[in-house]
């Protein structure tokens, strides 16, 4: 009987022992790593327009400004919102989208802007004639003296 519980005691021993031996096993025991850093805010610092300069031979005349916006790493930001403002929108206008379009003859500059990050564009409305017509096309002076009123519109 004794050997019976000497033998039911050394059971249940190794049974706890085994017990502790496995306990914590399914957890790492080594601490766990740090958080990575939160990924760095990609900042516009620069901007490229097409066309760099500009000149418009007719009032009411347009051409579409393009940006490119760059970040801090000197990658192109694909989206970036670009604000476009004229200095002078009695000279030029700008859409939203930077379609320019001459108003009358003049200077102006015109801004693109992507958060801090901003670049200028000058532009001249400078009107130049296509064509000249005179009315009357023929006149015939019959004297000395005689006029004609000529009338000319430029085109």
Not at 15 to 42: N, Q, R, V
Not at 93 to 122: E, Y
Not at 126 to 149: D, H, K, R, W
């Amino acid at each position: 009987m004794i050997n019976t519980s000497l033998r039911s005691i050394a059971i249940l021993v190794c049974l706890f022992g085994g017990l502790l031996t496995t306990c914590g096993k399914d957890s790492p025991t080594s601490p766990m790593p740090p958080e990575p850093p939160p990924p760095i805010s990609l900042v516009p610092t620069r901007i490229e327009i097409t066309p760099t300069s500009l000149t418009l031979n007719a009032i009411g005349g347009t051409v579409q400004l393009t940006a490119r916006v760059f970040d801090q790493n000197n990658s192109e930001m694909s989206g970036a919102i670009v604000s476009w403002s004229s200095d002078n929108i009695s000279i030029v206008a700008v859409s939203a989208d930077g379609l320019v379009t001459a108003v009358k003859n003049g200077n102006a500059v015109i801004t693109a802007r992507s958060g801090a990050a901003s670049v200028t564009v000058n532009v001249k409305v400078v009107q130049t004639a296509s064509s000249l017509s005179i009315e009357p096309s023929t006149a015939t002076l019959m004297s000395l003296g005689s006029t004609v009123q000529l009338t000319a519109r430029v085109l």
